[in-house]
């Protein structure tokens, strides 16, 4: 996701909304409202702010087990023809999504939206906001269950440019919603299909050294109910694998300024947290940059290994050149501190890398940048990519 999407957001409306609102074709001299002037922004700026978080909190609850007819869903948004058929197919396509998520792994009982916007403008009979959605989808598990380790909901953060139009009656009309969710697994409160082309921007690339071929991918098929689950001791002698959760835990979200954010940002997250837990930087010079044989962060791009922010790369430094992982038969040994990566469209070359921030009854929670995502069942997952490749490394 682009750094933009995260860096900008810093104050609240409700401390903002005078001061971020915009009056396009205004004199110079007249930029300083009146407070007449003042309070009408101020209430333009609020009455927009509901729209958009009402809107997302629409599409949030056709995700839940509560979920609205579509038909009434539709009906309680005020939005511009062409919206509005736009929006009657997203609306049915993830009610249709609610219900799989429902038959995997029990869905959502709940949805809570809030958004932080970041910038109004308002011309004449046009508005746009810049928002982050901050969603949180509540799980099905008792109090009980959650205070013995189950995830009491999932969450994500999502940026979005919303634009309204004003209509004859002078009623602010939803016209168009863009949400800032280039590269990695489609947020859950989006549709996208199934097999869209990664976006190739995350600090990689191809590296001095022929590779060869990849170990098979790991497979997907429940164990035995007898199996034997393995749990992972927070410290081992090597590696702190609490701290590599608690970083992800911490910084899923707000991500941390001491390191750059990438266009496809989830294996420069991941590599943060195996620092934090202990993986130690390997060379550093400019001339090994293009070898997975090394991993290092440097002050800029141009300073910094493949292996560190380039899924693919990382893979071959991890499992290959340092040891430091090993692929794993079946994901559904994965642990917690491991790492998933998947290669969505089958063309040898892996795309996203997650790492499980929960394991409750057998199944993990992952957790990734790209669209910044925390605690997502990897059931669901499965079930958005079911042609995907996956590799599950032991950390």
Request: charged share 20%; proline share 5%; with cysteine.
């Amino acid at each position: 996701m682009r750094t933009t999407g995260h860096r900008r957001v810093t104050a609240a409306v409700a401390t903002t909304a005078a001061a971020t609102l915009t009056l396009i074709g205004t004199p110079a001299h007249s930029q300083t409202p009146s407070p007449t002037a003042a309070s009408s922004a101020s209430a333009d700026t609020s009455e927009l702010t509901q729209l958009a978080e009402g809107y997302l909190q629409q599409r949030a609850n056709l995700l839940t087990t509560a979920r609205p007819a579509v038909k009434t869903a539709r009906g309680q948004l005020q939005a511009t023809r062409s919206m509005s058929a736009q929006v009657q197919g997203e609306f049915a396509a993830l009610a249709e999504k609610g219900q799989r998520y429902q038959e995997v792994d029990g869905g959502y009982t709940k949805a809570e939206v809030d958004v932080t916007v970041t910038d109004v403008t308002v011309t004449g009979q046009s508005a746009t906001l810049q928002l982050t959605e901050h969603t949180r989808l509540y799980l099905p598990f008792t109090p009980q269950e959650i205070a013995e380790g189950a995830p009491e909901y999932e969450e994500l953060s999502l940026p979005h440019t919303v634009r309204f139009a004003q209509g004859p009656d002078g009623a602010w009309l939803l016209s168009s919603d863009e949400a800032d969710a280039e590269g990695g697994p489609t947020a859950t409160t989006q549709v996208a299909d199934v097999d869209v082309e990664p976006a190739a921007d995350d600090g990689g690339g191809t590296p001095d050294e022929v590779e060869g071929s990849k170990d098979a991918g790991t497979d997907v098929a429940p164990l035995p109910d007898s199996s034997v689950e393995y749990v992972k001791p927070a410290v081992s002698a090597n590696y702190n694998y609490g701290k590599m959760v608690s970083y992800a835990n911490k910084y899923w979200n707000n991500h941390n300024d001491a390191y750059r954010t990438y266009g496809n940002d989830c294996t420069n997250f991941i590599s943060q947290a195996m620092l934090a837990g202990g993986w130690k930087p390997k060379g550093g010079a400019i001339i090994q940059r293009k070898s997975n044989k090394y991993w290092f962060y440097g002050p800029t791009k141009f300073t910094t290994s493949y292996t560190w922010a380039g899924a693919e790369n990382w893979y071959w430094f991890a499992k290959k050149h340092s040891k430091r992982t090993k692929i794993l038969g079946n994901v559904w040994k994965l642990a917690s501190a491991d790492v998933l990566q998947a290669d969505f469209n089958r063309n040898n070359n892996i795309d996203h890398t997650v790492i499980v921030t929960k394991k409750y009854r057998g199944t993990p929670y992952l957790t990734y940048h790209t669209s910044d995502t925390h605690n997502k069942s990897l059931k669901k997952i499965l079930s958005d990519y079911p042609r995907a490749w996956w590799y599950a490394h032991r950390t």
